[in-house]
Structure formats: C-alpha cells, structure tokens
C-alpha cells in the first residue's frame, strides 16, 4: 500500500513561485509512475506534471511547460512540483498521485493513479 502526504502551496502573488510536497510511504519501483494533477472549483481534474520514479523521465502539460517542474529525490521518497510564474488560472486544489506502473501513453489521464495524496489549496492574486 502507498501513501502520499503532501505539503506546501497557499498563497502567491502573480508572477512568483511556490513548491509542493509529496512524501511517498510504501512501496515504490523504479517503474512506478508520480504526477501532478490540479482541480479548479467547478472544474475537471487536470493533469499537470508526470515523472517516472526510476529514470526520472517527465511529462508536463502545454499550461505548465516552462513554468513547472517536477522532481523526485530518491532518498527522502519525495516528490516536488515547483511552480515558477504563477498566474491567476494556475489557482486550483493540487493532488499529488502515484502509479505502479508509468504508461508513457496515458501519464496524463487520472485514472492511471491508484494512490492518491488529500490536496493542497495554491491560490494565484494578481
């Protein structure tokens, strides 16, 4: 069993940048598959960022190319999505996910993500 706790995000001005948290607990393979996905009030779930656990290989969405990066730092079981020139339509709940398996094909859709960590709020004022 995985579990995902999360941390970091809140509040940032237009144009500045936040880092979130996600330690990994349970078993993880260098297969496994890490994302990021956000939910906007009203919104779908959107994906975000991807990462292959072992090789580190990264997937990111037109919004958040050149402005987000994700990361993962083996030895503390974390992941990290930095967020860089925020803007107000980034503002949205944030869900860390892990996979068992990384599907190069369908990193992006959220039901590749059996594990699930319980979201934090980044909120974007201009």
């Known amino acids: 069993q995985v579990q995902l706790v999360q941390s970091g995000g809140g509040l940032a001005r237009a144009g500045g940048s936040l880092t979130l948290s996600c330690v990994v607990s349970?078993?993880?393979?260098?297969?496994?598959?890490m994302a990021w996905f956000r939910q906007g009030t009203g919104k779908e779930r959107e994906f975000v960022a991807a990462i292959k656990w072992g090789v580190g290989t990264e997937d990111y969405s037109d919004s958040a190319k050149g402005r987000f990066t994700i990361s993962r730092d083996g030895a503390k079981n974390t992941v990290f999505l930095q967020a860089n020139n925020l803007k107000p339509e980034d503002t949205a709940g944030y869900y860390c996910?892990?996979?068992?398996?990384?599907?190069?094909?369908?990193?992006?859709?959220?039901?590749?993500?059996?594990?699930w960590g319980q979201g934090t709020q980044v909120t974007v004022f201009s």
């Open positions: 349970g078993r993880i393979f260098d297969r496994s598959g």
């Open positions: 996910a892990a996979s068992d398996y990384y599907d190069k094909y369908f990193y992006y859709q959220p039901g590749q993500y059996a594990y």
